[in-house]
Each structure stands twice: as structure tokens, then as C-alpha cells.
T-cell receptor
Framework: EPEVTQTPSHQVTQMGQEVILRCVPISNHLYFYWYRQILGQKVEFLVSFYNNEISEKSEIFDDQFSVERPDGSNFTLKIRSTKLEDSAMYFC????????????FGDGTRLSIL | TQLLEQSPQFLSIQEGENLTVYCNSSSVFSSLQWYRQEPGEGPVLLVTVVTGGEVKKLKRLTFQFGDARKDSSLHITAAQPGDTGLYLCGQGAQKLVFGQGTRLTINP
């Protein structure tokens, strides 16, 4: 069964540095998403992306964050000037076209900011 | 934004027992999804319920959507250690909003 893959599985970065989290969505999916889960807390929506632009974003997704689909297969989340509170699991998801299409999640990248 | 309340937050039972967990909101859902998340992994979709009163079965798991589409339940029959995990309900099309989850532990 096709799946969403994320790399790296664990990223350790010094505070203030930039990180890029990478995702390969399911190949025929058209909607892409990033979610965040701080340890012990809910999975929180960050951003959705369709047709090469952001379709919706949460208040968490401020100017520190950006997303890009640099080619036909990758979907990236860039976090600039990382802060300690950015430490979390970051999940990528994708879904097909049409209403009520389920989102399929990757296994996440654990981001640790030191 | 609809808030989803899941209960109980934690549940630990013996293998072979039955259990029910709940997902509630004060607002009406157009649809609701149940996911299971295991440590170190992403949420995995179990089922989507759309119609009020709908019941869906997935082996020993029975999902019910309330008639008023404000609540949902997940019932597990004869629980097994492999059922251990975090069960999440989620609502929304593009922007999924999750409940805080029920952390289920099945003891052998």
C-alpha cells in the first residue's frame, strides 16, 4: 500500500538554526499537510497546500514557517530561527481530490531543539 | 473551530475485556474520523463515519456515529494487547482537528 514517507526520522538542531523537514506524499494525492504534536499534547494542524499554494494555515504557522513543493514528489517544511518550543513531532499528510478524502500520515520527524 | 472531547483520557484493561471510548462535541460534524497512533508513528486512519446513526465494523472494532452527528463511540470487543495505542477522533476536511485522544493499554 502506498505511504507517506518523511525524512529524517529525528533531527537535532541548535536554537536559532534553520531546519528543513522533508516529505514524499502518496504519488497521486493532490493535497498536502503539516501537523505538529508537542510531547503529551494534541496533534495540531499547521498548514494545508494545494495547487502549489497554501490553502489554509493555523495561527501557529507564522512567518517563521514556510512550505514548498520543490519538485513533483517532495513537500518540505522549513522552520527558520528555531526556538526551544519548536521541539515536537512533525507529521506530513496527504489526501486525494474530493470531499471527505481521508488524510494519510507519515511516521513523523522528531525535531529536538537544543 | 470545533472542539472534540475524548473520554476517558486513559484506559487500562485486561486482555479479553470489552471497552468503549467516546468522542463528543457541542457542534454538529459533517463527518468524523477515528485514527490509531502507536508510539513513534503517525496516526493511521481506521474509519470515517458520515451519516447520523451510522455503524461501521472493523473486525472487533465497532464505530458508531450519533444520530445528531455530535458524538461518536468506538467499542472494542475482546480486547487484545495489539489494540494498545492512542485512539484519536478527528474532524474536518482539509484542516483536521483532533481530540486529545484516549490512551488504551491492554494487559496480557
Amino acid at each position: 500500500e502506498p505511504e507517506v514517507t518523511q525524512t529524517p526520522s529525528h533531527q537535532v538542531t541548535q536554537m536559532g538554526q534553520e531546519v528543513i523537514l522533508r516529505c514524499v506524499p502518496i504519488s497521486n494525492h493532490l493535497y498536502f499537510y503539516w501537523y505538529r504534536q508537542i510531547l503529551g499534547q494534541k496533534v495540531e494542524f499547521l498548514v494545508s497546500f494545494y495547487n502549489n499554494e497554501i490553502s489554509e494555515k493555523s495561527e501557529i504557522f507564522d512567518d517563521q514557517f514556510s512550505v514548498e513543493r520543490p519538485d513533483g514528489s517532495n513537500f518540505t517544511l522549513k522552520i527558520r530561527s528555531t526556538k526551544l518550543e519548536d521541539s515536537a513531532m512533525y507529521f506530513c499528510a496527504s489526501s486525494g481530490l474530493g470531499g471527505n478524502q481521508p488524510q494519510h500520515f507519515g511516521d513523523g520527524t522528531r525535531l529536538s531543539i537544543l | 473551530t470545533q472542539l472534540l472531547e475524548q473520554s476517558p483520557q486513559f484506559l487500562s484493561i485486561q486482555e479479553g475485556e470489552n471497552l468503549t471510548v467516546y468522542c463528543n462535541s457541542s457542534s454538529v460534524f459533517s463527518s468524523l474520523q477515528w485514527y490509531r497512533q502507536e508510539p513513534g508513528e503517525g496516526p493511521v486512519l481506521l474509519v470515517t463515519v458520515v451519516t447520523g446513526g451510522e455503524v461501521k465494523k472493523l473486525k472487533r472494532l465497532t464505530f458508531q456515529f450519533g444520530d445528531a452527528r455530535k458524538d461518536s463511540s468506538l467499542h472494542i470487543t475482546a480486547a487484545q494487547p495489539g489494540d494498545t495505542g492512542l485512539y484519536l477522533c478527528g474532524q474536518g476536511a482539509q484542516k483536521l482537528v483532533f481530540g486529545q485522544g484516549t490512551r488504551l493499554t491492554i494487559n496480557p
